[in-house]
């Protein structure tokens, strides 16, 4: 096994190459994966939500110079050009179907850091869930830029190899890798792997979009029926629809009357 060290690929790089990158590094950037445009469209729909209820969920563990906001697709329809993203889907693809046999968002969340944020503490997303099988994922996180990222504004911290750690330790400083990316980038991690928002030492903010997707067969983090209203997760495409969680999971987990897919359930 190579040693792990966060690497960017250009956007025309593999599916394979990327994937082999986040297993084996526990994280990777792809470059410029989408225009600045798609950004732009993101953040404007997202400015009123950062604005009124950005300081709702403020906490040690999220910060008080930090904005954020949820249920994104309920917020921003340029959003699921993101959160559906081919490349990336077919990235998640590689490293959660061996698990599963369809996955799902666990959370969308606009994080906009502020000038004067100090860097959140390192962890791990897939605490969520109580237990850990080495060599298994329970999730992927994807962070698109939103705004240019840079080691100065609050570039999230990695350190690679952790998902292969077998007992918690701290991270040493010269394990923690902070690399700059541009807008439109995207930076995918394993839920295992240790991250974290970094310090913000400028004077303008940071903003990305977290999209977590887990195993099919998990509880998904943020209850999308509850968080999306059902009219307009209907009013997506049948990717972002099944995203969000209206599919079933083979045969009989997640079953419902009108799932188009399976037309095995009739009681
Ligand atoms: O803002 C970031 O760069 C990372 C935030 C994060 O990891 C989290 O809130 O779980
Ligand atoms: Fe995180």
Same mark, same amino acid.
């Given at each position: 096994m190579t040693s792990a060290s966060l690497v960017s690929l250009s956007n025309n790089s593999s599916t394979q190459r990327i994937a082999d990158h986040l297993k084996n590094d526990g994280a990777v950037i792809i470059k410029d994966?989408?225009?600045?445009k798609i950004c732009d469209g993101v953040a404007t729909d997202l400015r009123n939500h950062f604005d009124s209820?950005?300081? *709702?969920?403020?906490? /040690?563990? %999220?910060? *008080? %110079?930090t904005l954020r906001t949820s249920g994104i697709l309920a917020k921003s329809r340029a959003s699921a050009d993101l959160i559906g993203e081919a490349k990336v889907m077919s990235v998640i693809d590689e490293v959660l179907l061996p698990f599963c046999e369809n996955y799902r968002i666990g959370s969308t969340t606009g994080i906009e850091i502020l000038p004067g944020e100090s860097a959140q503490v390192l962890h791990r997303? /897939?605490?969520? *869930?109580?237990m850990r099988m080495p060599g298994m994922e329970w999730q992927v996180g994807v962070m698109w830029a939103l705004t240019d990222f840079t080691v100065e504004n609050g570039a999230t911290q990695v350190v690679p190899g952790?998902?292969?750690?077998?007992s918690e330790r701290p991270a040493q400083p010269h394990e923690i890798v902070q690399m700059d990316m541009q807008k439109g980038s995207v930076l995918l991690y394993l839920g295992s792997t240790l991250h974290g928002g970094g310090e913000n030492r400028t004077n303008q903010p940071r903003m990305g979009l977290i999209n977590t997707y887990s195993l099919g067969w998990l509880r998904q983090e943020v209850n999308q029926y509850l968080t999306i209203p059902r009219d307009v997760a209907m009013s997506y495409p049948q990717h972002i629809q099944r995203l969000l969680g209206y599919q079933a999971h083979g045969l009989f987990l997640g079953k419902y009357p009108d799932d188009p897919d399976n037309t095995w359930y009739k009681d």
């Open positions: 994966q989408v225009v600045s209820e950005g300081t *709702y969920a403020e906490s /040690d563990f %999220n910060g *008080y %110079n997303d /897939d605490s969520i *869930y109580p952790s998902h292969r750690w077998m």
